[in-house]
């Protein structure tokens, strides 16, 4: 079953407001990856964290890896229509063990 | 350098048939991971390939198998499809690890009817 957590499953925000989406693991994570999914589209890599309590941004997008390892976030600041997709998460529980991936949380953006 | 390629793009299939998805990954990359995505299920893993070997396999269904051959391209079957197979198929490519950035491919979407 599904054992890395994303909530919310969707979110709807009007341009301008700021989005965030939280992934949660019952276990400790090695890394953790955000990727998006545009409407139509496959998932393109956006980023990994991989220190605990890790916190790294990109523009108006903000990566936060908890303190133990175990949950993540992704805020985005002042959303634009160009933001509209669905986000995953996806984290390793061990070294050589594939990506488990969250369910997704799709944002769509009200202009 | 060229992205990851999937072939076909689209399939339909009736119950019962087989089908096989091709993949092939960026140049260099030696694994390769198969994903299938449900807008119920969201993306799950299938199985990952490494120097034509299965490394690691997801919780499917033997009807489902995949190979990787040694240019590193891979293939995926299902055998017996059911309807509840219908989703799109992704394929993703890294450079030796499944836990590494994956780079994903436009994926097969496959409608079983």
């Known amino acids: 079953g599904q054992q890395v957590m994303q909530i919310p499953q969707y979110q709807h925000v009007q341009e301008g407001e700021d989005f965030t989406t939280y992934c949660n693991s019952s276990?400790?994570?090695?890394?953790i990856q955000w990727y998006k999914q545009r409407p139509g589209g496959h998932p393109v890599f956006l980023i990994q964290?991989?220190?605990?309590?890790e916190v790294k941004k990109q523009k108006r997008l903000t990566f936060q890896f908890g303190e133990a390892k175990k949950n993540s976030s992704l805020h985005i600041t002042a959303t634009q229509t160009t933001d509209v997709g669905t986000y995953f998460c996806?984290?390793?529980?061990?070294?050589?063990?594939?990506?488990?991936f969250g369910k997704g949380t799709k944002l769509s953006v009200k202009p | 350098k060229a992205g990851v390629t999937q072939t076909p793009r689209y399939l339909i299939k009736t119950r019962g048939q087989q089908v096989t998805l091709s993949c092939s990954p960026i140049s260099g990359h030696r694994s390769v991971s198969w994903y299938q995505q449900t807008p119920g299920q969201g993306l799950q893993f299938l199985f990952e390939y490494f120097s034509e070997t299965q490394r690691n396999k997801g919780n499917f269904p033997g009807r489902f198998s995949g190979r990787q051959f040694s240019n590193s391209r891979s293939e995926m079957n299902v055998s017996t499809l059911e309807l509840g197979d219908s989703a799109l198929y992704l394929c993703?490519?890294?450079?030796?690890?499944?836990?590494?950035?994956?780079?994903f491919g436009p994926g097969t979407r496959l409608l079983v009817l």
């Open positions: 993703a490519s890294s450079l030796g690890w499944a836990q590494e950035t994956q780079y």
């Open positions: 964290l991989v220190k605990s309590g």
């Open positions: 276990t400790t994570l090695s890394n």
């Open positions: 996806a984290g390793t529980k061990r070294s050589q063990g594939n990506l488990i």
